[in-house]
């Protein structure tokens, strides 16, 4: 595989603004100022979200479980994007925490991917299967599952690494 150049990719997911928050906290957004792009796995609860994101960097981005109609017109429920010479498949994530990423995985079946991008659980998680990275950013705002609020970032470039940030 060619590899043009490394990216540094800001993750996020299950931001659920205005209800888990007012607003992004300053310290994510200080964090996605510096990326090349931005990946959203859902749950946003408004479009605002998407708009603000968008302003910081490329976007990319599906919809999640909680999401209204307006998000839903914005993104879709699953996309596969190149990014920096990788296959990167976005998905939200349904039903319980126990055996998501086996679901998540499952939907992405018929794709050859280098990075599966999830959310819902709130529970920030960076795995291998096989040779694909599972990555869940967990959540900034809502700590349902978690220990802690985080974001993450993708490093695409000679290797394929996640790092968790807490907040």
Not at 19 to 29: D, H, K, S
Not at 48 to 77: Q, T
Not at 88 to 106: C, Q, Y
Not at 138 to 163: H, M
Request: aromatic residues 6%; contains cysteine.
């Amino acid at each position: 595989m060619s590899v043009q150049t490394e990216m540094k990719i800001g993750v996020i997911s299950d931001t659920h603004i205005p209800y888990a928050a007012a607003e992004l906290p300053q310290r994510v957004l200080e964090i996605l100022s510096g990326v090349d792009a931005i990946i959203h796995a859902g749950d946003y609860q408004r479009a605002a979200v998407i708009e603000m994101l968008s302003a910081l960097a490329p976007f990319y981005g599906v919809a999640g479980n909680m999401d209204a109609e307006e998000v839903r017109a914005l993104v879709p429920e699953k996309t596969v994007v190149r990014l920096a010479g990788f296959s990167v498949g976005i998905l939200h994530g349904w039903g319980s925490p126990n055996g998501l990423e086996d679901r998540i995985s499952a939907a992405f079946a018929d794709e050859r991917l280098d990075v599966i991008v999830y959310g819902h659980s709130h529970n920030p998680a960076c795995s291998r299967k096989g040779n694909t990275l599972l990555f869940n950013p967990g959540s900034p705002t809502d700590r349902r599952y978690a220990r802690c609020n985080s974001i993450g970032i993708l490093t695409l470039g000679e290797v394929v690494s996640g790092k968790i940030i807490e907040l």
